[in-house]
């Protein structure tokens, strides 16, 4: 009986550790998932855990004992590198321009959006993926510069829709902290940025009316003199933007406040403006933030195609500059308004290369040739090829379009109607007559979306 009643204590024994093991494993589990770090099953079917990679076919233990970050490490920014925390002043006047108080925070939509992008080596191996909602405008505005960064900017002998396909992974990277520099560069009018990274800890004592988030207490503010340092910090910590839980749309947008400088903005701004709205429920970009983005000015008039005098009666300076990246904007609006539903000013609907950030019907998608003297020689601009990506995970390749300027309207009929909805024309194609008036546009095959 004695060697009988061992044989049993030992498969008892070891089911009792292994139950333990599994009890251990989902309490880790409801731990990164509360945090939103979640490790697949897959994972941990290989023994791959964060720590290191055990052999293959061998069980995966619980995770190391270590208390959990609410950001995993590679997340956080760097802890001897200079830098300055946050103060609540600093805390208060973000929210203020953003929301118009301090005590109102992000909604779950803002903060999980981060820059992610598709499948690298692949139809869309260039794009960034952008949930429906209000974030999907800044988002769409990076890939704007992401796609005049990978045509335009990076050497190369021709440049064509395939070479946006085989962009690698660290590629996607590159992109992507060249896009950002660029941006933050422009607010900081070509002398400055600051990039926002996170600390493991919050900065503030908090006071007043201001209401926690977890993310702007623990901000820490990095300023470059050269724009190539700026893009270099970036891309080193590029995790910091694109990683799941990283927050990075918002460390964006406050990375782009800070190189403005929160006072420039207020002045750009006015008295009466914020740079984020409700609609519907959800929080969205207003014509200065858009304007933020393209221009580098938070000026709700800045794209505006009625615009207001400079001094002595004419148009400033910065107003007849041409952008590196345009805007388009189409608007169903009723006939009376349907002027200034795609009014833009000429220096963003003929921008220095052929990219365009287009708003349409609240709607914002990406707009671009891949012909550089597209916009600088008339010739060019009989006959040519614009591809259009609207940030929805539906769309499975970037679409193209061809654009003749010298068709002949009479065979169309005599425009629009805008009362009878069977004869409208995709807002898309009337995006693009903001630019070339009475030009024909095929979609070349593809049922239009947009």
Known sequence: MGDREAELTV??????????????????????????LEISNTTHQRGQGSAGDGPPGEPAGPPPPQPPAAIPRPLLGPADAGGRPISLEMAVGLRRLLFGNASHPFSCEW?????????????LAYALEAEKGG?????????????????????????????????????????LAA???????????????????????AHLVLSGDYRADGITERLQLF???????????????ITCFKGEGSHGVILFLYSLLFSRTLER?????????????????????????????????????ELDGGQEPGPGGGHSEARRQRAPVGYLRWDRAPAARQVRAGAVCHALRTPQLPVWL?????????????????????????????????????????ARLTV??????????????????????????MAIRTKWAGATVSWDGTDPFF
């Open 11 to 36: 498969p008892q024994t070891q089911l009792e550790e292994i139950a333990s093991k599994i009890s251990d494993l989902n309490k880790w589990r409801e731990i990164f998932s509360f945090r939103g």
């Open 111 to 123: 903060a999980q959006a981060h820059f992610r992008f598709r499948q690298p080596c692949s139809d």
């Open 135 to 175: 974030t999907r405008a800044i988002l769409m505005a990076v890939q704007a510069h992401v796609i005049k960064y990978l045509l335009f900017a990076r050497g190369t002998e021709h440049t064509h829709l395939e070479r946006l396909c085989r962009v690698s992974g660290p590629e996607q990277g590159q992109a």
């Open 179 to 201: 896009a950002l520099a660029d941006t933050l560069w422009a607010a900081g009018g070509g002398g400055r940025a600051v990039v926002c990274l996170l600390a493991p800890a």
């Open 223 to 237: 300023e470059f003199s050269e724009k190539a340092a700026a893009q270099e910090f970036i891309f080193n910590h």
């Open 265 to 301: 903005v207020r002045d750009d701004l006015g008295c009466s403006e914020t740079l984020l709205e409700f609609s519907f429920g959800s929080i969205t970009c207003t014509q200065a933030m858009l304007s933020l983005l393209l221009t580098g000015r938070a000026s709700p008039h």
């Open 358 to 398: 287009c708003g349409i019907c609240g709607r914002h998608g990406v707009l671009f040739g891949t012909d550089s003297r597209l916009l600088s020689d008339w010739r060019r601009e009989r006959l040519f090829q614009l591809y259009f990506y609207s940030g929805q995970r539906e769309q499975a390749r970037t």
């Open 404 to 429: 003749d300027t010298h068709s002949h309207p009479w065979e169309e009929g005599q425009g629009e109607d805008l009362s009878t909805p069977g004869k409208r024309r995709p807002s898309l194609e």
